[in-house]
């Protein structure tokens, strides 16, 4: 299983820090890919991050502003999100393929974990 956690309330500019915890799963044997649903919208991958870290991909909305990481040690992967803008807003999964980033997308995942919602107000 996967659980995301870290979401919340924050003010245009501020930071969050998303966490997907594994259980019951090695989280080394897994790519895991960030995803977000803004209302009214698909649901998008927002970053990705292969098993042993050696390579990340993120979308062009995101890009310098959030940063994959993962603690395959904890069993957890991160999302580091600055400079947070109210399009960021969006219910905020996390998913698991045990191939690689390239597969990271919405009909590649195997696992997903219940959301973490994110709000950014103006």
């Known amino acids: 299983q996967l659980q995301a956690s870290g979401g919340g309330l924050v003010q245009a500019g501020g930071s969050l820090r998303l966490s997907c915890v594994f259980s019951?799963?090695?989280?080394?044997?897994?790519?895991v890919g960030w995803f977000r649903q803004a209302p009214g919208k698909e649901r998008e991958l927002a970053a990705a991050?292969?098993?042993?870290?050696?390579?990340?991909t993120y979308a062009d909305s995101v890009k310098g502003r959030f940063t994959i990481s993962r603690d395959n040690a904890k069993n957890t992967v991160y999302l580091q999100m600055n400079s947070l803008k109210p399009e960021d807003t969006a219910v905020y999964y996390c998913?698991?393929?045990?191939?690689?980033?390239?597969?990271?997308?919405?009909?590649?995942?195997?696992?997903w974990g219940k959301g973490t919602q994110v709000t950014v107000s103006s």
């Open positions: 991050i292969g098993r042993n870290a050696g390579s990340t």
């Open positions: 998913a698991a393929t045990r191939w690689g980033v390239d597969n990271c997308n919405l009909h590649g995942m195997e696992y």
């Open positions: 019951g799963r090695t989280s080394s044997n897994y790519a």
